[in-house]
């Protein structure tokens, strides 16, 4: 698949080494986990990691590509996820899902992704970035703008950080961290 990658994504790496970040005793769930990647650097950083996709071949494939992993794969819809999960999670990992989803779609699941937050939680979203003002490309992804990306500012969450990357191919990626106060 075109969005798999052989490691964890180099943004998600880089935030958890900026912060020394440790999750033991804590809970953490990766959204739209495809092969586990993200997922597997999550819980070899200690936290109880759930990770979901809807696609059940991405799911089969991550649990063969990682057996024995401690990581809690599991087959789950964005859009109805399960009840226990509201407002559960000390670390939520949103990396490159929302902007594979059509615009009508993304308030929804920005809603979605936001509700998994516990409070004092945190939120990591990493996606492909374009400018307010910059027309969509034609089909998926379709990049976030900086509105989007502080759309996830909701339920209750605050911005922490955001930050626009642009790599030296002049690509924009989006790093930005949420929080739910306690």
Do not use: K, N
Not at 119 to 130: F, K, N, S, Y
Request: proline share 9%.
């Amino acid at each position: 698949m075109p969005w798999d990658r052989d490691a964890p994504h180099g943004m998600l790496v880089g935030w958890t080494a900026e912060r020394g970040l440790t999750g033991a005793g804590r809970r953490a769930v990766v959204v739209g986990c495809g092969y586990g990647r993200d997922a597997e650097h999550v819980a070899g950083l200690g936290f109880a990691t759930v990770a979901f996709d809807i696609s059940p071949t991405a799911v089969g494939a991550a649990r063969e590509r990682h057996p024995g992993s401690p990581v809690d794969y599991r087959v789950a819809d964005l859009f109805d996820p399960p009840s226990g999960w509201r407002h559960r999670f000390d670390l939520v990992v949103e990396s490159m899902t929302v902007q594979a989803l059509p615009t009508r779609l993304r308030a929804a699941a920005t809603a979605g992704v936001a509700a998994l937050v516990a409070p004092g939680g945190t939120l990591l979203v990493i996606a492909a970035g374009r400018d307010d003002d910059e027309a969509p490309p034609a089909g998926p992804p379709w990049p976030l703008t900086r509105a989007e990306v502080d759309g996830f500012a909701v339920g209750g969450l605050t911005p922490v950080r955001v930050e626009a990357h642009d790599d030296a191919a002049g690509v924009r990626r989006w790093r930005a961290e949420f929080h739910r106060p306690a």
